[in-house]
């Protein structure tokens, strides 16, 4: 692995286990983890030699971020999932993390999913227990840093370290306290949503019958948020709100994981004036993987060919330097852990649209492991130039973060 000075570049440590400080069983309830590598089987691209020597050059070379992603290992029975979270501890996967081939990722920790005390997502208790859990963890990792800021991400590129963003992907736990957004950003946090499907103190989420749009409350916060440096995503919010907050940020504004509503009908989609609007910030859009989201009329069988299609399309739409991946993957059974929070989340209300054909695991973007490995291949295989594929697995992401962040 080599930086573009043609030093050689350490590679990341892999032989730390999540809470291997402590005594499973004794200092904590033990569960058979999925594991991080070899759940399903690889991806077949069909590439050629050339191709596949270029696409692991870009990807050993290149910065690489993940703008949307849950870098954590799941219970193998999906099911244990809600016992599991009740310890606190969501296990990171830092072998799959160093074997990935990112720079940094987004890290979303359990968010929607964290019912640590109680039965319903977004309690600040339970966002603040996951928020120190993880990163008591990372202090006793090797390979891995906390990134807070651009010098933070160009430490990781230069060391060969992965390094985590935490971010949340709804502001509710804040409810009408505006000084939480500081207590959070204190606390590591550098990116967060609206809304989450559901409607809180700040604006309408993309599940509610009436959009809203932003709230008043929701505009003071999204300047507290531009003042703050913490990045702003609109993914899971509404149409309307979403627009607003383009209208109200002095910032870029992201939208970390979805896909576009013209080349699939549901609202978790976003449509073209979001996008645009997105874009009109100086913004990024992340493409997302979830299962049965971002699929398509031409494959409607989820793979990484449905992604790609949603990513013509932005980058036809907005131009490519306003493109990126969020592939909001995991190590675990995806589909099966939209069958057990389904409830909490809003999946039936997010996704309903046109019939699809269903998938046990999306094809190509099955976790944080294998996804810029094969999302460099897909691009190089499809005539994409080193300097768009570098831009859309990093260079945009770098580049909007620079007018976000603070240092």
């Known amino acids: 692995m080599t930086d573009p000075t043609g030093q050689q570049r350490p590679a990341a440590g892999a032989g730390y286990t999540a809470y291997s400080y402590l005594t499973p069983g004794v200092d904590f309830p033990a569960f058979e983890l999925a594991p991080e590598f070899g759940r399903v089987p690889p991806y077949q691209a069909a590439l050629t030699a050339g191709q596949e020597e270029r696409a692991r050059r870009l990807l050993a070379d290149s910065l690489v971020i993940s703008l949307h992603d849950h870098p954590s290992r799941f219970p193998l029975r999906m099911e244990e999932t809600p016992g599991y979270y009740r310890t606190g501890r ?128 929701g505009r003071r916060a999204v300047t507290r948020m531009n003042k703050l440096g913490l990045a702003i995503d609109v993914s899971h919010s509404s149409d309307r709100t979403a627009l607003d907050v383009c209208s109200c940020s002095d910032r870029p504004v992201l939208m970390t994981h979805a896909g576009a509503r013209a080349v699939w009908d549901i609202p978790r989609m976003k449509p073209d004036p979001v996008l645009q609007a997105i874009a009109e910030t100086g913004g990024v859009i992340g493409m997302s993987a979830a299962p049965h989201t971002t699929l398509s009329a031409a494959h409607p ?107």
């Open 90 to 217: 969501q296990h990171a996967a830092y072998a799959g993390l160093a074997a990935s081939g990112m720079t940094v990722v987004f890290d979303n920790m359990m968010d929607g999913t964290a019912c640590v005390t109680g039965h319903a997502p977004w309690r600040w208790d339970d966002i603040i227990t996951d928020l120190g859990m993880r990163q008591a963890d990372l202090a006793h990792a090797s390979g891995v840093l906390t990134v807070r800021t651009v010098a933070d991400i160009d430490e990781a590129y230069r060391s060969g370290q992965v390094g985590l963003v935490f971010g949340l992907e709804a502001a509710t736990c804040i409810e009408n306290e505006i000084d939480r957004l500081d207590v959070l950003y204190g606390l590591g946090l550098r990116q967060i949503g609206i809304a989450y499907s559901d409607a809180n103190a700040l604006g309408s989420g993309l599940a509610e019958a009436t959009d809203g749009g932003l709230t008043a409350f």
């Open 301 to 407: 069988r989820h793979s990484i060919e449905s992604v790609m299609d949603h990513f013509r399309y932005c980058v036809d739409l907005v131009g490519i330097d306003h493109v990126a991946f969020g592939p909001d993957t995991l190590y675990g059974d995806h589909v099966q852990l939209h069958r057990v929070f389904g409830h909490l989340l809003g999946i039936t209300r997010a996704t309903s649209g046109p019939p699809f054909e269903p998938v046990a695991y999306v094809d190509g973007l099955e976790n944080p492991t294998e996804n810029f490995a094969n999302i460099c291949g897909w691009l190089v295989s499809h005539g994409f130039d080193d300097d768009s594929v570098r831009a859309v697995i990093g260079g945009n992401v770098y580049r909007a973060l620079q007018s976000i962040w603070v240092g």
